[in-house]
């Protein structure tokens, strides 16, 4: 585990586990694909419909995540930018 996913393994799942899951449940849903496309089911269909929805939900938690061990927590951002906007504000 590297220092990032160390650092964030407590708090939260690290990228390469969102990954994984994203991958297995993109494989569970080309199978119901290929299941659909033999005979329709509505059933299968909402279950496709559920696991898009997880996965967009698995994608923002990918994206957010990154954007976090790339730039850092959002909180201590904001809170950079408004003590530089301060110091612009007394020059």
Partial sequence: MNRVEAALHPVMRTLTEIH???ERLSEDRAELWHRLSDE????????????????????DEHRALRARVRFGDREAIVARARVEERLERAA
Avoid: V
């Fill in 20 to 22: 994984e899951e994203i």
């Fill in 40 to 59: 329709y089911d509505p059933r299968i269909r909402e279950e496709i419909r559920a696991l898009d929805q997880e996965l967009d939900r698995l994608w």
